[in-house]
């Protein structure tokens, strides 16, 4: 294992705590387990493979090393090399592989160790995967997944190459779909859900969420895609939201709680396909809408939830439409630089109070 990998590994351990009853999915008295969000992508795939021979594993180092977050860990011991194939290090394959497979009946589930590297199996992806299934006139599927980490370190260091969040880039692909979980539950239900799909699915995984924890249904479910998640109800603010920063959402509606601002947090879950009817449905109710992702400001995924709030709900605003989000910079080494890279929770505590004042 490199450097590099060895040094990604540790990420997940430094990860901000959070309050355990934060997010809380499942309801009472229904069996359910409390684990990582790593694990629980770790248990979906085993189980999945489980029950579907065709379902296997390729990426590099994703055998013994569990690849860079150490999410397959145990996987190899447990299936075997047929099933969980170390690649070499070249994406482009990696993805040319998994299509190929994935049209003779397979249904691979790929891992790139970071989000940054996937340009290099771009054509593999946009020009291929993406576009089968219309050229063969629906003959052909394509259900495969691509499985990579996204996001800044948040003051970890992890640099310019290795912290992007690129979920726009794909979801800017007809033929493709986006995962982005929060929660442990989520990257579970999500996960069995894309497995299962006919078509290629983008699952990104933030990389700080990986050892955040929380509660897992024991018995077997799956989560739709296009389906936002109300995480908080609320009736004075829409906050929207995906991935890392649904967890600065709910912290700053539950401080905004006790100054009387009621939030509802809509998580996104699936960035294509978008869940338009829940977010109207959320800001027609509150009558003010923000907007947080951690994706580049510029061109990224909040100016498309600001058009869908406008398209959705605009009679209903009773302010204008607040989004908060990355720099449009590339990410820089430095641990201070780095921290003000992205919103927080006091960012968005900030905002939801400017938007009060209308």
């Keep these: 294992m490199t450097n590099l990998t060895r040094d990604a590994v540790s990420l997940g351990a ?6 355990p009853d934060l997010i809380v999915q499942i309801p009472a008295g229904v069996p359910a387990k409390e684990m990582t969000m790593a694990e629980a992508i770790r248990e979906a795939l085993a189980e999945e493979m489980e029950r579907d021979p065709r379902v296997f594993l390729l990426g590099e180092d994703i055998g013994k090393h569990g690849g860079a977050f150490g999410v397959t860990r145990t996987l ?17 394959t990696i993805i040319g592989a998994a299509t190929g ?24 992806i946009a020009n291929q995967a ?8 629906g003959q052909a599927k394509v259900p495969w997944v691509l499985r990579m980490p996204q996001g800044g370190g948040a003051g970890k260091s992890t640099a310019a190459q290795h912290s992007q969040s690129l979920e726009v880039w794909y979801a800017h ?3 493709l779909k986006v995962a982005l979980p929060s929660t442990p539950y989520d990257a579970k239900g999500l996960m069995k859900t894309a497995i299962r799909d006919d078509n290629p699915v983008i699952f990104l995984e933030h990389k700080l969420l990986y050892s955040f924890r929380g509660l897992v249904p024991e018995q077997d479910y799956s989560l739709p895609f296009g389906k936002c998640d109300i995480k908080r109800l609320g009736s004075d603010v829409t906050i929207i939201a995906s991935g890392y920063m649904v967890w600065h959402a709910m912290l700053a509606a539950r401080t905004l709680e006790q100054e009387g601002i009621s939030v509802e947090v809509v998580d996104v879950r699936t960035v294509s396909p978008l869940d338009e009817e829940t977010i109207g449905a959320s800001v027609r109710k509150t009558g003010r809408a923000l907007v947080v992702a951690e994706a580049c400001r510029s061109y990224g995924p909040t100016g ?3 058009m869908v709030v406008m398209e ?6 009773k302010a204008p439409i607040r989004r908060l989000a990355g720099r449009f910079s590339p990410v820089p080494f430095a641990d201070s630089l780095e921290n003000g890279m992205w919103p927080d929770t006091e960012d968005v505590i900030a905002a939801a109070r400017d938007l009060m004042q209308y």
């Design 304 to 306: 498309e939830w600001a």
């Design 130 to 137: 993406a576009k089968l299934r219309l050229m063969t006139g």
């Design 14 to 19: 430094k990860a901000p705590v959070m309050p």
């Design 101 to 124: 497979a994935a049209l003779v009946g397979m249904r691979p589930v790929a891992e790139i160790m970071f989000v940054d590297f996937s340009g290099l199996a771009m054509d593999q």
């Design 76 to 92: 190899f011991d447990r299936f075997g090399a047929e099933r969980v194939r170390n690649t070499p290090i070249s994406e482009n």
């Design 173 to 175: 692909i007809p033929g």
């Design 312 to 317: 959705q709900a605009f009679d209903y605003l």
